[in-house]
């Protein structure tokens, strides 16, 4: 009658009177690696959090060095000028007219650990005050009328000559000296010595 019809039949297992179902529970060795898998996982994880707070706390380290290199140098650079200054008398030497010929010479010394600048030349200071005693205790304030030619750096350790001006007629027991010194800031401090002595 009609077509040729074909019927398969797949047989069912049973075990016991009932339809096998397939397992859902994985192998040992499947668990192993997922567990093996997991712990990696987490490992690294551990890893990249140690690296973070390291970084971060190197970070902060460095910042709070930068920190106080700035206020440090911050501080250096407000700090008055107290230069270091020794005043040396010499004694007598020749001078230009009109001072009858003769000057009291002094040396100013740099006994800083940085360079400082005075007004003058290479070999002299050029703008200060003196004030000159005779025996008697007369005497005058002398403020040289040189022309000061710039401020010339005067390094650690280094002297510079201060010629006084002989007032004519006049003897000098003593003299009080005061000249400006600067420092590579271009602050100003006045130095001023005690009575010295030809």
Not at 81 to 98: D, Q
Not at 101 to 127: C, P
Request: glycine content about 10%.
């Amino acid at each position: 009658m009609g077509g040729n019809w074909q019927i398969t039949c797949s047989p069912t297992i049973r075990s016991g009177g009932g339809v096998t179902k397939r397992s859902t529970r994985k192998s040992p060795i499947a668990r192993f690696g997922n567990e093996k898998s997991t712990v990696a996982a987490r490992l690294s994880l551990f890893v990249i959090g140690l690296k973070f707070s390291t970084m971060k706390r190197q970070f902060s380290i460095r910042l709070l060095l930068l920190a106080a290199l700035f206020v440090a140098c911050a501080l250096w650079l407000l700090m008055p000028f107290r230069p270091s200054a020794r005043f040396t008398p010499v004694g007598f030497v020749k001078s230009s007219p009109p001072n009858n010929g003769k000057a009291f010479r002094v040396t100013v010394t740099n006994d800083g650990s940085s360079s400082v600048w005075y007004t003058g030349n290479d070999t002299n200071i050029t703008s200060f005050t003196a004030i000159q005693l005779d025996k008697t205790g007369n005497g005058g304030r002398i403020t040289p009328n040189a022309e000061a030619i710039g401020w010339v750096e005067l390094l650690p350790g280094a002297s510079v000559a201060l010629d006084v001006p002989i007032v004519t007629g006049m003897g000098i027991e003593t003299a009080t000296l005061s000249t400006e010194l600067s420092d590579w800031r271009g602050r100003v401090a006045l130095i001023s010595s005690d009575a010295l002595s030809p």
